[in-house]
């Protein structure tokens, strides 16, 4: 089972936004049967094993194991991946393009590239393990905090300049058998509400 799936065809898009078909991914984490997922969801197996076809279908989950019951093979399914990622291909004639309104101060222009980056990485993904290759990405993810405003623009300005400098230094095209590669640099406020900053105790409030 692959980590991260992304999901590039607008029908499977479709199939994994489904309420129902979004329960049956979560639980086939683990293989089960419809029998066994019609207990846990209180649906009929007949109404399971109509979703589970519509997610076979469309690559989502996949056959695990087949195992015979008396007169009847049960099918034991499982999900192609632990988690999803709907890239903007499936939403080919409304996808953001960054190319657009390029401006570095836009939190949509920063939103329009990254929605480019999951459907770059996405296909990159999807051609590599069709040819069972490794691809070579790198990424750094963390949080900074910033006492002032003015501490965050010359942060911004000097990481600019530094990404810059390596640019200069690493990019070399004449290079004949080189290959492209894109960098992204990206600064937002942190969707996690920040922690509160214990006050230290005054010498009066000291027991």
């Not at 480019?116 to 290759?133: F, M, N, P, W």
Request: proline share 7%; charged share 25%.
């Amino acid at each position: 089972m692959l980590e991260v799936a992304a999901i590039e065809d607008p029908g499977a898009a479709i199939a994994s936004l489904d309420p129902i078909r979004s329960r049956l991914l979560a639980e086939l984490a683990s293989p089960k049967s419809a029998t066994a997922l019609g207990h846990v969801l209180g649906l009929p197996r007949q109404k399971v094993n109509y979703h589970l076809r519509a997610l076979e279908e469309h690559g989502l989950i996949e056959l695990a194991e087949e195992r015979k019951k008396g007169n009847v093979i049960e099918r034991v399914m499982r999900a192609t991946a632990a988690s999803y990622v709907i890239t903007p291909a499936a939403l080919a004639s409304v996808r953001p393009d960054p190319a657009r309104s390029p401006d570095r101060l836009s939190a949509r222009w920063l939103l329009a590239v990254a929605a480019r980056l999951v459907q770059d990485v996405g296909t990159l993904i999807t051609g590599a393990e069709r040819q069972s290759k490794r691809l070579a990405t790198f990424a750094l993810d963390g949080e900074i905090r910033f006492a002032t405003a003015a501490d965050r623009a010359a942060f911004a300005e000097e990481l600019s300049a530094a990404a810059m400098a390596l640019v200069s230094r690493y990019h070399d095209e004449s290079a004949a058998h080189g290959r492209d590669y894109r960098l992204v640099v990206a600064l937002h406020p942190s969707a996690t509400p920040p922690s509160t900053p214990s006050t230290p105790s005054s010498p009066e409030q000291e027991g």
